[in-house]
């Protein structure tokens, strides 16, 4: 994974959401409107692994989080193909739920 700005589009059964993340040195920061997410990433050539939190910054009722509670901890693989990113997973949570999520890289 290269270091930069992704925007980020997930998807769970329970609907879909976006945000941005900022990639560094094996670190993932970013959210949204509603919520932060924390984590790491790890690969080896074009394939990833990426573990991340998300943690609720916004008490608006208006912002529902995909799992139905607002800490999950996800744990994704995936892989690279030039500036776009393909991962699936699930929450440590719920783990029956699937999530998907696309990363497009926006810069450095």
Do not use: W
Not at 25 to 46: E, L
Not at 58 to 80: C, E, H, R, S
């Amino acid at each position: 994974m290269r270091n930069g700005l992704y925007s980020v589009e997930f998807h769970t059964i329970h609907g879909t959401g976006c945000g941005v993340v900022y990639a560094v040195d094996g670190k993932i920061r970013g959210g949204n409107s509603g919520f932060a997410f924390i984590g790491s990433y790890s690969g080896v050539d074009n394939d990833i692994v990426v573990k991340v939190s998300t943690q609720r910054h916004n008490q608006d009722p208006n912002f529902k989080p995909l799992f139905g509670i607002d800490q999950v901890t996800l744990t994704l693989k995936g892989a690279m193909i030039s500036d776009i990113i393909e991962l699936e997973g699930n929450a440590m949570q719920l783990p029956g739920v699937n999530f998907r999520a696309m990363l497009t890289r926006l810069c450095d």
